[in-house]
């Protein structure tokens, strides 16, 4: 049990979480929409502080960064749960557990490691970073934030892989150790984020510029999902907004969807569509533009 950051208590032994965008309020014994921020007895706790369900080293390419450390390998570490429900999610094994079950079978879940031992992990592998990422990191953030702190110390670099729906209140608190990111811009549209992802689009907009304007490293990705976001009405509006408000030199990542989760009926993504997203980018004037998955 690790006591929350970023709450306010209310009346009636309730709580509001102020870790993402939903702000949940939460009654005694329940949880929040992540599924992993419960209400005790009027104080909020992390369940998932130190339960580490995920952790590899992968290339930093992976995450996908392509202009950040290139050619370097990441530490890459995730707990349970996500504050989103996206329907096509790829690692809803993990992101999605956290809602079904009791907060004594969360804490269950993933293996017990220390700040500490996080940081030593990387520096044994020889990893000059560490990401935080697989599933979303605003909702272990307290433990993240323990882990960036000390590698900051270490002289290692830090990176979030987002859906970027974390509060001011978060950015503030992880950007003085914050090197990197790279924020999924799923679609431009408000119907798609409530019906796919169950969030809005307008927060994610305003920390994208919020992100880029404290000079954090920035790099966005967009999965095309067809009949969801892959108009070229929609791809083109992503690669203006990218353009105007955060820089023609922020890499655009456009990839491919393949069938999972719920989403199982919906067919892979056509090669040609990505190079589509590819060329629109182009035309609009972003100079790094990326296909993924294909």
């Known amino acids: 049990m690790h006591e929350a950051l970023?709450?306010?208590?209310?009346?009636?032994?309730?709580?509001?979480?102020?870790?993402?965008?939903h702000r949940c309020v939460i009654a005694e014994s329940r949880r929040g929409i992540c599924g992993v921020r419960e209400n005790r007895d009027g104080k909020l706790y992390s369940l998932v502080y130190g339960k580490i369900i995920a952790e590899h080293i992968d290339p930093i390419e992976k995450k996908p960064l392509?202009?950040?450390?290139?050619?370097?390998?990441?530490?890459?570490?995730?707990?349970?749960?996500?504050?989103?429900?996206?329907?096509?999610?790829?690692?809803?094994?993990?992101?999605?557990i956290s809602k079904q079950g009791t907060g004594s079978s969360i804490q269950e879940l993933g293996e017990n490691k220390t700040p500490e031992k996080i940081v030593?992990?990387?520096?044994?592998?020889?990893?000059?970073?560490?990401?935080?990422?697989?599933?979303?990191?605003?909702?272990?953030?307290?433990?993240a934030l323990d882990c960036m702190k000390l590698a900051k110390e270490e002289g290692l670099r830090n990176v979030w892989v987002s859906n970027g729906y974390m509060t001011k209140e978060t950015l503030d608190l992880i950007a003085p150790y914050l090197d990197a990111a790279n924020i999924d811009l799923k679609a431009f549209?408000?119907?798609f984020y409530q019906q796919?992802?169950?969030a809005k689009l307008k927060p994610i907009l305003e920390n994208l510029i919020e992100i880029k304007k404290r000079r954090i490293w920035l790099e966005i990705t967009t999965l095309i999902i067809p009949g969801k976001n892959d108009s070229e009405k929609e791809l083109k509006q992503i690669a203006e907004f990218i353009k105007k408000k955060l820089g023609s030199d922020t890499p655009w990542h456009v990839s491919r969807f393949f069938p999972y989760y719920?989403?199982?009926?919906?067919?892979?993504?056509p090669v040609e569509k990505v190079y589509q997203a590819v060329e629109i980018g182009k035309s609009v004037g972003l100079k790094y533009v990326y296909a993924g998955n294909v």
């Open 262 to 269: 719920k989403m199982k009926d919906v067919p892979p993504t």
């Open 66 to 96: 392509y202009h950040f450390m290139p050619g370097s390998f990441s530490l890459s570490i995730a707990t349970a749960g996500c504050n989103f429900r996206c329907l096509h999610c790829q690692n809803a094994d993990i992101s999605q």
């Open 120 to 143: 030593k992990h990387a520096l044994d592998n020889k990893c000059p970073s560490i990401s935080y990422t697989y599933t979303e990191p605003t909702i272990f953030v307290e433990f």
């Open 189 to 191: 549209s408000e119907d």
């Open 6 to 21: 970023l709450y306010e208590k209310q009346e009636n032994k309730k709580v509001r979480c102020n870790a993402c965008n």
């Open 196 to 198: 796919v992802c169950g």
